[in-house]
């Protein structure tokens, strides 16, 4: 007998899975992984063809695993955006992918990275200094303008000024619409994307495009010292990412061209902006709602001492646990990225046919109870206890997509964290549980976690709290 084809899944019309889909994805989820287990098939909207939901360890690792010939993401799964544009690194496949990928990789990782956490230090100590002292806050706004910022400075190297201001205002508009139902269904059914004029939501959306194209390309030009040979002489002075970027060549010794450096420069705010603010906003909320957690955190970044070098920060072991934790219990990006069957492929016993869409379900792997006993609750104590593969612990999805942002995103939100518990004593404004909430892909604190100030910390050398205001 030839293996099935399809695994089992729900048999509602794909308009009612889309509609539950949409509404309630975890619920969903954990449902159909009950019903179904850890392998099943679900048809939801905009394409509805079958989409294999996977949370099994090893045909996870299959998945990562498996050669991108046969089974890959980028446009082709269905990954295509109009702001991001056709050479981001989501949306490309196969060589050119790969490709990206070694030009970008470097600028993220290692000592180029580890500069960056001084200019993450200030942001943050600038951005909170704002925060007043017994008023109610929602942390979550904060969060985002530190990420933000951090991206506009150590990415697109700007500096404070006239050109930050500019387009920071302009991303700000294109990233939170007015209307973002309206954005999302526009970017969903292509049909809807007509260009009636200014006052028309995609007219709108085609405009800003671009301002922010003019304003991004005038930076690759800034970069570059007003020359486009610059790219053959970069101005060695500069560490940011768009120059190191400017500066990589690839194995035929070619640079990448502006639209390529426009589209990963995009890409990388898209895909690391929020999802880090987001990942810091929940953070802050277990800490400040586990008395235990928040105490023990205290005494080992304390026991570092005033303004600690940010790579002895990096290094901390509660933290980097209770970062960790943060990212196990309600995973910013709840799905990997789709996978498209390219050429027959076996998993789990079942055939798969070319167009079947495969996704790695980080969601529903993180709340195994054989991995994570308990698994709705937070207890960072899992990570020291053992250690996970990266098929039973996948935040950052993996293989040949695995998020090339993730040692940026941890450093900058250790730092982020050490500098917040060190400089403010703070408390949730609200005992009611934080819900998460669905917010376009990812999975967002629901009303964005209301903290109150109710003090300035200051440490002494055993690193006790000392003076509250
Ligand atoms: C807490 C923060 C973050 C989380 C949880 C996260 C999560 C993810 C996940 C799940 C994927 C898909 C991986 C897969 O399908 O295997 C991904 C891809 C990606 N991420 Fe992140 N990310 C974060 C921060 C960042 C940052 C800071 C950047 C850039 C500075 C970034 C850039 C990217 C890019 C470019 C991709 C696409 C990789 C590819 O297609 O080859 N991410 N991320």
Known sequence: MSAPKLPNGPQTHPWVQTYQWLTNPLEYMEACAKRYGDIFTLRIGPVFTPQVFISNPQAIQQIFTTDPKQLDSGEPAGIKSPLLGKQSLLALEGKPHQRQRKLLTPPLHGERMLA????????????ISQWLVGESFSVLPSMQAISLEVILKAVFGLVDGPRFEKLREVLLKILNPKQPFVRAMMLVFPSLQRDLGSWSPWGKFLRLREQMDELIYAEIRYASGGLRLHKQQPDPSRTDILSLMMAARDEEGQPMTDVELRDELITLLVAGHETTATTLAWALYWIHHLPQVREKLLQEIDSLGENPDPNAILRLPYLSAVCSETLRLYPVAMLALNRLVKSPLEIMGYQLNPGTVVIPCIYLTHHREDLYPQSK????ERFLERQFTSSEYL????????????AFALFEMKVVLATVLSRWQMELADSKPVQPARKGVLLVPGGGVQMMVTGKREQNQAGRETSLV
């Open 377 to 380: 609750q937070f207890k960072p």
């Open 395 to 406: 935040p950052f999805g993996g293989g040949n997509r695995r998020c090339i942002g993730m």
């Open 116 to 127: 960056y956490g001084q200019l993450t230090r200030e942001i943050t100590e600038q951005v």
